[in-house]
């Protein structure tokens, strides 16, 4: 009786593994997804061109784009593909960011779906070339811990450090960064995050627009954000230089 059993269990066992396999092979993955589309002269020939934003979410129930891309056709009918990061949100604001009197192409999309990090990417398509404009690097910003239950934030070299006082000494002392009388145990630095988000901003009408970036500053134990460093750039010279930098205190 128990050799009957067994070839029955092992043919059920077969054919829901067949069955299985074959309905995932007919799953079709989901359809372009239209987001956005608008006409505006990028190329500087004085003639408008057409952009189609579309994504294609990770499932049918997803929020997110695994894929994004954006379709220019020209009134000449010349076309034009690129493709962005996938993600939450995605969005494409056109502005002059190499002051060449000619829009480009800002594109933005949230990594996580309620508060970023964000990733960018920026094109101009002058001339008819699609040619990438870089963003802002990590501007160099340090952070330690000192003396006299302080952090000391440098955020340029030739200017004097801001010092911040921590607030949860007595945590700081029972994991041995400080002492009780404030002395601090060896060099910790703060945790400093890569740039969080890239956001278009004017400078004024004659400049045109800079790009603001910002990063986060969290402390050494509890990786909680202790306040935000945002720059201020401008394209000039195929580089960015830095206008000024602010500490924003959380």
Avoid: C
């Amino acid at each position: 009786m128990k050799r009957e059993i067994i070839p029955i269990i092992t043919f059920f066992l077969v054919m829901t593994f067949l069955l299985s396999d074959d309905a995932h092979a007919n799953e079709q993955p989901p359809s372009p997804s239209f987001i956005d589309s608008f006409e505006e002269d990028i190329t500087g020939d004085g003639l408008r061109e057409y952009f189609k934003l579309q994504g294609r979410y990770l499932s049918d129930d997803s929020s997110y784009y695994q894929d994004v891309w954006l379709d220019i056709t020209s009134p000449f009918s010349k076309q034009w593909n690129i493709s962005f990061k996938g993600g939450y949100h995605p969005e494409i604001t056109l502005i002059d960011i190499n002051h060449d009197q000619i829009v480009d192409m800002f594109y933005e999309v949230a990594l996580g779906e309620h508060d970023g990090p964000y990733h960018a990417q920026a094109y101009t398509l002058k001339d008819g070339n699609v040619t990438q404009i870089n963003l802002p690097k990590n501007n160099h910003i340090k952070g330690k811990y000192i003396d006299d239950f302080q952090i000391e934030l440098t955020l340029h070299q030739n200017e004097q450090p801001i010092k911040i006082p921590i607030k949860n000494r007595d945590q700081f002392i029972d994991q041995n960064i400080y002492k009780e009388n404030g002395e601090v145990l060896g060099e910790k630095n703060v945790i400093i995050d890569p740039i969080k988000r890239y956001v278009p901003t004017l400078i004024s009408k004659s400049k045109g627009y800079g790009m603001k970036s910002s990063r986060q500053i969290k402390d050494f134990l509890h990786e909680e954000v202790i306040g935000t460093v945002e720059t201020l750039w401008y394209y000039d010279h195929n580089d960015w230089i830095i206008l000024k930098t602010n500490w924003k205190p959380s």
